[in-house]
C-alpha cells in the first residue's frame, strides 16, 4: 500500500533559524496536505498542494509540492517559539480515498 | 461554532469490556474517518466513511467497528478491546468531491483510551 515518509523525526533549532521538513510518497499523489499538532493537541489543517511544481505561501511558512507529485516540503523562515509542535505530511493517492499521514517532524524551538 | 466533538475525552477500561466512543461534526461533512496515534507510528486511519451508509477499512481496522447511519455521527466501536488498543484516538470530517477527494480535516480533540 500506499507508503508516505517524513524526515527528519526530530529537529531542535534555535529561535530565528530556519528549518525545513521533507515528505515523500511511493507512489504519485494526486494533492498533498500539511497538518501542524501543538503538543497536547490535535492537528491543525495547515495547507492543500494540488498541482505539480506548486508553490504556496502562508507568512513565513512555504509549502511546496514536487514536479513528479511523489514529494513535498514545508519551510519555515525564522522560527519563532509558537512554531513548536509536529508537522504532518498526508497525501491521497490518485483516485484514492484514503488520506495516509507521513510520521510527522516535531520542532522545538530554543529561545 | 463549527467543530468536530469526541466524547469521552480520557477512558480507562478493562480487556474485553466493549466500548464506543462517539463522534460527531455540525458542518454537513461527507467524509469522516478515524485515526489512531501512536509514539514513532504517526497517524494510522482505521475506517473511513465518504457518506451515510458507506464505510471502508482503513490501514488498521483489525479490532474496530464503525457505522455511519446518520451524516453527523460516526462513532468508533471496540467489541473487545485489548492492550494493543490503547493509543490516542481521533475522528476527523471533511468535505468530499469525487474528483477532488477528501479537502482538509478537521480534528476532533482526541480520545486518549486506555486499556489495562
Known amino acids: 500500500g500506499q507508503q508516505v515518509m517524513q524526515i527528519p523525526q526530530y529537529q531542535h533549532v534555535q529561535e530565528g533559524e530556519d528549518f525545513t521538513t521533507y515528505c515523500n510518497s511511493s507512489?504519485?499523489?494526486?494533492?498533498i496536505q500539511w497538518y501542524k499538532q501543538r503538543p497536547g493537541g490535535h492537528p491543525v489543517f495547515l495547507i492543500q498542494?494540488?498541482?505539480?511544481?506548486e508553490v504556496k505561501k502562508q507568512k513565513r511558512l512555504t509549502f511546496q509540492f514536487g514536479e513528479a507529485k511523489k514529494n513535498s516540503s514545508l519551510h519555515i523562515t525564522a522560527t519563532q517559539t509558537t512554531d513548536v509542535g509536529t508537522y504532518f505530511c498526508?497525501?491521497?493517492?490518485?483516485?484514492?480515498?484514503?488520506?495516509?499521514f507521513g510520521g510527522g517532524t516535531r520542532l522545538m524551538v530554543k529561545p | 461554532e463549527a467543530q468536530v466533538t469526541q466524547n469521552p475525552r480520557y477512558l480507562i477500561t478493562v480487556t474485553g469490556k466493549k466500548l464506543t466512543v462517539t463522534c460527531s461534526q455540525n458542518?454537513?461533512?461527507?467524509?469522516m474517518s478515524w485515526y489512531r496515534q501512536d509514539p514513532g507510528l504517526g497517524l494510522r486511519q482505521i475506517y473511513y466513511?465518504?457518506?451515510?451508509?458507506?464505510?471502508d477499512k482503513g490501514d488498521v481496522p483489525e479490532g474496530y467497528k464503525v457505522s455511519r447511519k446518520e451524516k453527523r455521527n460516526f462513532p468508533l466501536i471496540l467489541e473487545s478491546p485489548s492492550p494493543n488498543q490503547t493509543s490516542l484516538y481521533f475522528c476527523?470530517?471533511?468535505?468530499?468531491?469525487?474528483?477532488?477527494?477528501?479537502?482538509?480535516?478537521?480534528f476532533g480533540s482526541g480520545t486518549r483510551l486506555t486499556v489495562v
Open positions: 498542494l494540488v498541482k505539480s511544481g
Open positions: 507512489t504519485t499523489l494526486s494533492n
Open positions: 476527523a470530517s471533511s468535505l468530499f468531491s469525487g474528483t477532488g477527494g477528501v479537502y482538509g480535516y478537521t
Open positions: 466513511s465518504m457518506n451515510v451508509e458507506v464505510t
Open positions: 498526508a497525501g491521497r493517492e490518485n483516485a484514492g480515498n484514503m488520506l495516509t
Open positions: 458542518m454537513n461533512h461527507e467524509y
